[in-house]
């Protein structure tokens, strides 16, 4: 992290920093969705256990980190919930192009 002289280099580091989340957002979202062809029924997608696990997690590295482990957490419910929708729209998409067997 540098030291900034003026909000003008704030806001640059911001922007910076703003476009390596997006792309390692992306390529989260490419995994969440390979996981959906792994995954047998919708519970399996939602998967609670889980979720609780990744929270743990995200809020010990938050705090490793000197970040607030409650905004890392509002953060992370956020983004899991998004990836849930959309990795049971996958799931379902999967699903349905399958043989069904008779």
Same mark, same amino acid.
């Given at each position: 992290? $540098?030291?900034?002289?003026?909000? +003008?280099?704030? @806001?640059?580091?911001?922007?910076?920093? %703003?476009?390596? !989340?997006?792309?390692?957002?992306?390529? $989260?979202?490419?995994?969440?969705?390979?996981?959906?062809?792994?995954?047998?029924?919708? %519970? +399996?997608?939602? *998967?609670? /256990? $889980?979720?609780? +696990? !990744?929270?743990?997690?995200?809020?010990?590295? *938050?705090?490793? #980190?000197?970040?607030?482990?409650? &905004? +890392?957490? =509002?953060?992370? @419910? *956020?983004?899991? /919930? =998004?990836?849930?929708? %959309?990795?049971?729209?996958? #799931?379902? @998409? &999967?699903?349905?192009?399958?043989?069904?067997?008779?």
């Amino acid at each position: 992290m $540098r030291e900034c002289q003026n909000l +003008a280099e704030v @806001r640059e580091s911001i922007d910076q920093l %703003d476009e390596q !989340i997006i792309q390692l957002i992306s390529e $989260r979202s490419q995994y969440v969705n390979q996981a959906a062809s792994f995954k047998k029924d919708t %519970d +399996a997608v939602k *998967a609670p /256990a $889980r979720v609780e +696990a !990744i929270i743990t997690k995200v809020r010990q590295l *938050a705090t490793e #980190h000197q970040l607030n482990p409650t &905004i +890392a957490e =509002s953060v992370y @419910r *956020a983004m899991i /919930a =998004s990836f849930i929708e %959309d990795e049971l729209q996958e #799931h379902q @998409r &999967i699903q349905s192009t399958r043989p069904s067997s008779q």
